[in-house]
């Protein structure tokens, strides 16, 4: 059985060709974004949307050391900054219960999904990203659906032809149902080990005789 197409199941997700935590610990991602424009204002509370309300006095403290360091001079202010954006990453990828890998340079390909995310939330017009999924699921979606009624129509007393008719079944069958449950669970915020649970191969499941 072919296995949902892992582009399909990250996009579905909320991942792209790179994992979502890329996203979110780029340069040029929400976190950092969003700590450049706090430490301008200095005002700390932004960014700690991005973390547990447990981490808080450790972002705060944090923000206050970068903000006193960085008065210290402009090479003083660009490593304190560095040091900030690097705690901050690390602790809010802590509290989606991930692992820290470094902070990602910008300009990074995120692929189509997150792009259009972004961009409906700015404009308030989700029609691109209907679009975008309806894209790619019609094609993985008609495909099975024609070998299965294919299969179905030719298959014959013939043990052999039969396996195949019962294969391209079950391959549909689990595509429509894999689909299903990913876009069902989308509500989670699909980081860390959930996000690397999309991008490994996922264990066979057992196959039951229809």
């Avoid at 979110?24 to 430490?39: F, H, N, S, W």
């Avoid at 999924?133 to 979606?141: D, F, I, N, S, Y």
């Avoid at 391209?168 to 699909?190: E, K, N, P, S």
């Amino acid at each position: 059985m072919r296995k949902l197409p892992i582009l399909l199941t990250a996009l579905l997700a909320g991942l792209s060709a790179l994992p979502l935590s890329a996203h979110c610990d780029a340069l040029d991602g929400p976190v950092i974004v969003t700590a450049r424009k706090a430490l301008a204002k200095g005002d700390v509370n932004p960014v700690l949307a991005w973390v547990k309300a447990g981490d808080e006095a450790q972002i705060r403290a944090a923000f206050a050391r970068t903000l006193k360091v960085g008065a210290l001079g402009p090479e003083a202010k660009e490593l304190a900054e560095a040091y900030f954006f690097e705690t901050l990453v690390r602790v809010h990828r802590a509290g989606e219960g991930a692992p820290y890998t470094g902070l990602k340079p910008a300009g990074l390909d995120f692929g189509p999904a997150i792009p259009a995310a972004d961009k409906a939330l700015a404009s308030g017009d989700l029609k691109p990203v209907f679009d975008l999924m309806h894209g790619v699921l019609k094609p993985g979606l008609e495909a099975r659906f024609k070998e299965a009624r294919a299969t179905r129509g030719q298959a014959t007393s013939d043990p052999a032809s039969g396996r195949k008719a019962v294969a391209a079944y079950v391959d549909f069958l689990h595509y429509v149902d894999g689909v299903y449950q990913a876009a069902a669970g989308g509500g989670a915020h699909a980081e860390g080990a959930e996000a690397e649970a999309h991008a490994a191969p996922a264990k066979p499941e057992p196959h039951h005789q229809h």
